[in-house]
C-alpha cells in the first residue's frame, strides 16, 4: 500500500496557531522595516559623505541596496539557526522540514518566503485550513511547529 505524505501530519507534528505564526509574521516585518530605515540613513550618510555628486548609476545602485537589505532579510530568516527568525524566536516556534524534521536551510527559506512577498494574504490564508501550511511551505516543503527546546 503507497503512503503519501498527507498521511503522517495530525498527530505526529505539535503545530504553531496561526495566531502566533501572525505574531511572529509582524515582529519579523516590523525588523525588515527597521532595517530599511538603518539602511537608507547609513546609505543616505555614506553618499552624503563621499560625494558631493554622485551619478546616476550609484544613485540607483545605493536605493537597490537600501530596498534588497529588509527583503533579504524576509527571504532568509527562517534559516537562521534552529529554523527561528527573531519573530519565532519569540514566539518559540520553528521551521522544520516536512516530513522530515531539520531545520530550515537557507534554499528551503527562500522557497517558502518567496510565495509570502508575492501573494502575502492568499497564501496566509492557506495556514488556516488543513495542516495550516502556507503555499510558501508547501513549495519549500516545511511546517511550522513549536519548539521543543528552551530558547
Known amino acids: 500500500m503507497k503512503t503519501y505524505m498527507h498521511d503522517c501530519l495530525p498527530s505526529t507534528y505539535d503545530l504553531a496557531t ?3 505564526r501572525f505574531y511572529a509574521v509582524m515582529i519579523d516585518v516590523s525588523i525588515a522595516h527597521i532595517l530599511f530605515i538603518v539602511t537608507e540613513k547609513v546609505v543616505g550618510l555614506l553618499a552624503a559623505w563621499f560625494f558631493v555628486s554622485i551619478s ?3 544613485e ?3 536605493f537597490t541596496i537600501t530596498f534588497l537589505v529588509p527583503y533579504l532579510y524576509l527571504l532568509f530568516a527562517d534559516a537562521l ?3 527561528q527568525s527573531p519573530g519565532k524566536r519569540v514566539m518559540r516556534m520553528s521551521v522544520v522540514g516536512f516530513p522530515f524534521e531539520t531545520y530550515c536551510t537557507p534554499f528551503r527559506s527562500l522557497l517558502r518566503n518567496f510565495p509570502k512577498i508575492l501573494f502575502s494574504v492568499l ?3 492557506f495556514v488556516f485550513f ?4 502556507r503555499l510558501g511551505d508547501m513549495l519549500g516543503g ?3 511547529i513549536n519548539s ?4
Not at 488543513?130 to 501550511?133: I, N
Open 148 to 151: 521543543r527546546s528552551p530558547q
Open 123 to 125: 497564501d496566509a490564508i
Open 142 to 144: 516545511t511546517i511550522v
Open 60 to 62: 540607483m545602485t545605493l
Open 56 to 58: 546616476h548609476t550609484l
Open 18 to 20: 496561526p495566531l502566533k
Open 130 to 133: 488543513g495542516h495550516r501550511r
Open 81 to 83: 539557526p534552529r529554523g
